[in-house]
């Protein structure tokens, strides 16, 4: 068989997976298709669309616990979390804009075999801190679960959290419980005007090394900041160091001024009210200073906070790139002049401290680069000794981390 | 008592020339081989299972490590990792044909990085002494055991410990930015750093609660963060455990998350008053403590509301931290809830079953029914915010048969939290404790599955063999093997 399978339940997705293990057919496991553009590009035999594997199935509030299938889109479940007055606190982004795609926001397993956290990741944690439970069909053909309905449990390996940013080249999610928080009351955002890069992480790690809670912080150098449109901070022409306060509004107040306070020695402020907050860090979270309807390449560079700002000028040096930064400076976007990917720059400039993911490429160029940050022999004979004990055939999302995973 | 794999006695019978070999790579006093010498070690916090090791290698550097591991690898020799032995699940409980080996020596903390606010800590320090390295700036580690005193930074790591305040500040799992681990073959591997998320699979993800089957660590990187302005608490009594969950519920789903939310039961209050003399109300069925932390400004606004909350679910009683010394006063006697349990008899047993919240005054009852069926007496206290339950069961070792009671009616309390939609361990672990329990939450396949991922690090299994699985099977086999209708093809074979 080839094509597209669009399985309607778990015992379609064994047979499909069984099928293609025997024949040791190759695989794609799809959703919504939003992240298609993201990894090593594959050819493969099927198309597993699991689109149709969705519905809600438990949410209870007060047990900080939802579940539902993994096709279910994102969309949906961060509707009833808000109705509600809940969230997805990890602020997964919605990479249409950047894409290129009109996607919409994809589906939960897609969004879990992702792992891409947005802006509140510094607080909050990653989208794999809130995968509680998991029941998925490896390689094999076989339906396993890990974890379970409760947000606190030991009891054996973690696979639930495991398979988060596996890319689906371990296992198919097909039912996934996952802990959701309450949405805050009221935020606000405290920026410093027009300082560089250096000076900006200062000001960040004094104030995420304060007791202010800051719930984000970002660096837009001037350029950046200045395609992010419709909030006044943007028009003042100036480079935009940004940090966010959330909870409950005398809480903001009192953390507004004391973080004015610290951080005023730095240099001008500004300020931005609730409705201006969530824009800014909606843009941020969905890096529009890059959506820019090109395709040229744009990384994703997580390293120490304090090795950002080096990183970034190091990357803009060697190739004119433009950079921005979130998490408190040790999350580097970086847009390249033009569709080169120019991995060996990337890699230099990171020198191993973090890991750089290939975010946007051309078609024509996406071979042209490892998209994922490349590993010791050691470390990629183990996951590769992983990849096998899930998926011994190597039939699913073959190649999309690494060759032969 | 759960039975042990087989001692390997071709292993036992080269004893002598496994000491010296040890020897020739940890020199000095680093090896213990004497039956008085290895005696502190042959057991962890789950005194019931005691066994003395083959012999003991406390070594202190990771090539040390790396060279102990590659030889018993190559020499098909157990190993057992230990960190400050205070597991309840018998996970450092070591082997008789196994070498024990601790990381008492791996004791430094070796960078304290408050720009990124990190630390990185050899395995061996404790809990504590990472939050206490870095106090004097204002910050702490934030998942608190309450062995913290005691517990070991590589313990947390292979348990995924956590504490009272991991409602809002999370696990072991959640804190965690990297480790240094060596393998079983002696290979060193890296895994994160000092930023966030790692490249690749995540491993870590896998490591933290791996109960030291996985690697041994050598090196962790944890976050560390500012500690709160303000901590305040409430201790609120309720006639009845059910007014008292319901409070619980009612406070998440008015969109609080406390730093702390404790409960205990009315024999838990008795032991921990009479023990610590901590005010508590003796006249209420359940006692709530609930900590609010942040800003002065909101832990008022918030303890109000909780307040208005707690009476309208029918509070009997409710009083309000007025200092910190009152404040660690009402957590004085919850932190000491099992040192004064354990007053009331010769010994106790805690277990640690997560339930969803709900289902406690079912799970309370059950408890109580069983506690009369079995003839021994129970005290709860519960990690309420996140479902984390802690019976402790009284018995005395001494007298025939009081064990294997009390070991089974533990087991009958966790098998109804399975039922009732929980899970067997929260915070504790499998190890052997727990190990046969396994298949009341897992089939077969579900497993398999997770060993076929022990077999990818150790493909020998010779790191801390016989916890956690209910059954060896050879890693060979394991990748062969097919599993029809949650059945193993090969029911011969050997389960403990
Ligand atoms: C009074 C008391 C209260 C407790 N309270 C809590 C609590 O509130 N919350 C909680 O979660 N736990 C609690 N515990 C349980 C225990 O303290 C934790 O599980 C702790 O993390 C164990 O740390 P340890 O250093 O003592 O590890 P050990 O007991 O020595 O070992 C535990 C497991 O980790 C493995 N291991 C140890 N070090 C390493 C390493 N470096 N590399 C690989 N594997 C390793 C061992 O093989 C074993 O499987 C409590 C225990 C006691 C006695």
């Given at each position: 068989?080839?094509?597209t ?139 396993f ?42 935020a606000?955002t ?7 890069a250096?000076?900006?992480?200062e000001?960040m ?37 940004a ?71 190091a ?8 950079v ?82 | ?35 008085t ?31 102990i ?48 606010r ?25 998942p ?16 995924n410990?956590g ?21 079983i ?24 609660g791996?109960?030291?089957?996985l ?12 500690k ?10 309720f ?58 400004a ?17 509070s ?28 009331l008899a ?81 915070e ?12 009341t939450?897992?089939?077969?396949i ?51």
């Amino acid at each position: 068989m080839t094509g597209t399978i669009t399985p309607r339940d778990e015992k379609d997705i064994v047979e499909a997976v069984t099928a293609a293990a025997s024949r040791e057919q190759t695989m794609e496991i799809v959703g919504h298709g939003t992240k298609a553009g993201i990894g090593r590009a594959s050819q493969t035999e099927i198309t597993l669309d699991l689109s149709q594997i969705k519905g809600i199935s438990l949410y209870e509030p007060d047990e900080l616990i939802l579940s539902a299938k993994g096709g279910t889109p994102v969309a949906e479940i961060e509707k009833l979390l808000a109705d509600n007055n809940q969230e997805l606190s990890f602020e997964p982004m919605d990479f249409d804009a950047l894409l290129n795609v009109q996607a919409g926001r994809g589906t939960l397993a897609g969004m879990i075999a992702a792992n891409l956290s947005g802006p509140r990741r510094i607080k909050a944690g990653a989208v794999r801190d809130y995968a509680l439970g998991v029941n998925a069909v490896s390689g094999r053909g076989e339906i396993f679960k890990s974890g379970g309905r409760v947000v606190k449990n030991v009891t054996g390996y973690d696979l639930s959290k495991f398979v988060a940013g596996s890319w689906g080249t371990l296992a198919v999610m097909t039912d996934l419980t996952i802990k959701v928080l309450p949405a805050s009351e009221d935020a606000a955002t405290v920026l410093v005007l027009g300082l560089d890069a250096a000076k900006a992480r200062e000001a960040m790690s004094a104030a995420m090394g304060s007791s202010c809670e800051v719930s984000a912080a970002a660096h837009l150098p001037e350029r950046a900041a200045a395609k992010i449109t419709g909030t006044a901070a943007a028009k003042a022409g100036r480079a935009l160091t940004a940090l966010r306060l959330e909870g409950i509004p005398v809480s903001i107040a009192y953390r507004k001024a004391k973080l004015e306070e610290l951080l005023k020695s730095f240099g001008r402020l500004g300020a931005l009210d609730r409705s201006e907050t969530l824009s800014f860090w909606r843009a941020v979270r969905d890096v529009l200073p890059f959506a820019d309807k090109t395709q040229r390449a744009v990384w994703r560079i997580s390293t120490a906070p304090t090795e950002g700002p080096k990183v970034g000028a190091a990357i803009t040096a060697a190739t004119g790139a433009e950079v921005f930064y979130d998490w408190g400076g040790g999350l580097v976007w970086a847009e390249m002049p033009g569709l080169l990917p120019e991995e060996n720059a990337i890699r230099e400039a990171l020198g191993g401290a973090g890991h750089a993911t290939l975010m946007r490429a051309d078609p024509t160029m996406r071979a042209s680069a490892a998209p994922f940050e490349p590993l010791d022999a050691g470390l990629a004979a183990l996951i590769q000794r992983v990849k096998v004990s899930f998926d011994p055939k190597g039939i699913l999302n073959p190649g999309r981390m690494y060759a032969g995973v | 008592m759960v039975a042990m794999p087989a001692l390997d006695q071709d292993v036992l019978a080269r004893r002598a020339a496994v000491v010296a070999a040890l020897s020739a790579i940890v020199p000095g006093e680093g090896v213990i081989d004497t039956e008085t010498g290895m005696r502190p070690y042959e057991s962890d916090g789950l005194t019931a299972y005691r066994q003395l090791p083959m012999v003991v290698v406390l070594p202190e550097t990771v090539e040390q490590v790396s060279q102990i591991l590659k030889y018993c690898y190559e020499q098909n020799i157990k190993v057992v990792p230990r960190g400050a032995g205070t597991s309840l699940s018998g996970g450092a409980l070591p082997l008789g044909d196994g070498v024990l080996l601790g990381l008492s020596k791996f004791n430094r903390v070796l960078d304290i990085d408050y720009e990124n606010r990190a630390v990185v800590a050899q395995p061996g320090v404790t809990n504590l002494g990472i939050s206490n390295a870095v106090s004097d700036r204002g910050f702490y580690y934030a998942p608190d055991p309450s062995s913290q005193i005691a517990c070991t930074i590589g313990g947390n790591v292979a348990e995924n410990s956590g504490g009272v305040h991991c409602l809002k500040y999370g696990m072991t799992t959640n804190n965690i930015l990297g480790v240094e681990m060596v393998l079983i073959t002696g290979e060193i591997v890296r895994i994160g750093g000092k930023f966030l998320d790692s490249g690749g699979y995540d491993l870590l993800a896998l490591i933290c609660g791996s109960e030291g089957l996985l690697g041994v660590v050598t090196e962790v990187t944890v976050r560390i963060l500012k500690k709160p302005e303000t901590a305040r608490a409430l201790l609120v009594g309720f006639p009845t455990s059910e007014a008292a969950g319901d409070c619980v519920a009612k406070i998440i789903g008015a969109g609080i998350i406390p730093g702390g939310m404790e409960m205990m039961d009315r024999p838990a209050i008795m032991a921990a008053e009479a023990f610590v003399h901590a005010g508590y109300p003796l006249d209420v069925e359940a006692l709530l403590i609930v900590e609010l932390d942040g800003p002065e400004a909101e832990v008022n606004q918030l303890l109000e509301s909780v307040s208005k909350i707690a009476e309208a679910c029918g509070s009997s009683t409710l009083r309000v931290s007025t200092s910190e010394k009152e404040r660690l006063k009402f957590w004085a006697g919850r932190k000491a809830a099992f040192p004064a349990v354990g007053r009331l008899a010769p010994d106790y047993y805690c277990m640690d079953g997560t339930i969803p919240r709900r289902r406690l005054p079912d799970v309370l009852t059950r408890i109580r029914e069983l506690s009369e069926k079995y003839g021994l007496q129970v005290a709860n206290v519960f990690h309420a915010g996140d479902g984390n339950l802690h019976p402790l069961i009284l018995y005395d070792a001494n007298k025939a048969d009081e064990l294997d009671r009390a070991e089974k009616f533990g087991s009958d309390i966790l098998r109804y939290c399975v039922e009732v939609g929980g899970v067997l361990t929260g915070e504790h672990g499998v190890g052997v404790e727990k190990r046969d329990l396994m298949p009341t939450m897992f089939n077969e396949i579900d497993l398999a599955q997770q060993q076929r991922v022990k077999c990818a690090f150790d493909d020998r299994g010779l790191l801390n063999p016989g916890k956690v699985f209910p059954t060896l099977h050879r890693c060979a086999e394991l990748g062969r093997m097919h599993v029809k209708g949650g059945k193993v093809p090969f029911p011969e074979l050997p389960r403990f």
